[in-house]
């Protein structure tokens, strides 16, 4: 309890969780804003289309997730809290209980948040959460928003770089996975196993693939989560391994 309790204390210590997780909540609720009051006849309001806005604040939680591991390099706490503690993957674990939670509680507000923009500025539209899909997409949030938490606490250990990590990341959600699906032959197939396509698949999100006509996908809407948590867990893994055998 007491790791998790200093790694609490190191995340909010500073502004810029605050900052990231005003701007992931307002960037989602307000483009879903947008996105229900414009919504015409074409774009039916379903509880699935609600979620299309979390991806915004997605990479904004992802940028968080990467600042609080990569910027104790940069600033050398890190080194400080391992001579505190020698043993390395119970304190690189409870930073990662501890920015996951956030991360999640974070995707949860934006999952409801936007459902009720929807019901709201909707109250015809058939937005009851009756299914499994239904609460999956809206609840489903928070699950996505804590495993990209632990992904990003994953990059910023293995890059130890504020900048790199950063850059990394985004050129990645930014660019890089909406390129692929356009190499020629093999893109689409490539595609359909990227790990934030995967995430928007879990939630129910149908746009990328009814836009990009993918057809048939692999993998069902839980084993695309499933598929997504093994990413994330295992980048996560592999930066504690690094740290396990390199001086911070």
């Known amino acids: 309890m007491s790791l998790l309790k200093a790694e609490r204390i190191k995340l909010f210590s500073t502004s810029s969780p605050w900052w990231c997780t005003g701007l992931a909540i307002a960037a989602s609720l307000g483009f879903t804003i947008v996105f229900v009051a414009l919504a015409g006849d074409t774009i039916p309001v379903t509880v699935s289309n609600t979620q299309i806005a979390g991806s915004f604040g997605l990479t904004v939680i992802l940028v968080l997730a990467v600042l609080s591991s990569a910027s104790e390099f940069n600033w050398g706490t890190m080194r400080v809290t391992f001579q505190a503690v020698p043993r390395r993957a119970p304190v690189l674990l409870a930073k990662a209980v501890v920015v996951g939670l956030w991360c999640g509680l974070t995707g949860l507000v934006v999952g409801f948040g936007s459902w009720g923009i929807g019901v709201a500025f909707n109250p015809g539209a058939d937005l009851a959460l009756d299914s499994g899909a239904d609460w999956r997409a809206v609840a489903g949030q928070g699950l996505v928003y804590l495993l990209t938490g632990v992904l ?49 698949q879990f939630i129910g999100s149908s746009f ?21 948590a093994a990413i994330c867990l295992v980048l996560f893994g592999i930066g504690v391994v690094v740290n396990q055998v390199r001086d911070a």
């Open 152 to 200: 990003g606490v994953g990059v910023g250990l293995l890059l130890r770089s504020t900048g790199l990590a950063l850059g990394v990341t985004l050129v990645w959600t930014q660019l890089v996975e909406g390129l692929i699906v356009l190499i020629p032959g093999i893109g689409k197939d490539i595609y359909e196993w990227l790990p934030f396509f995967s995430a928007s």
């Open 208 to 228: 990328a693939a009814s836009a990009l006509k993918l057809g048939d996908l692999p993998l069902t809407p839980i084993g695309y989560g499933v598929y997504f």
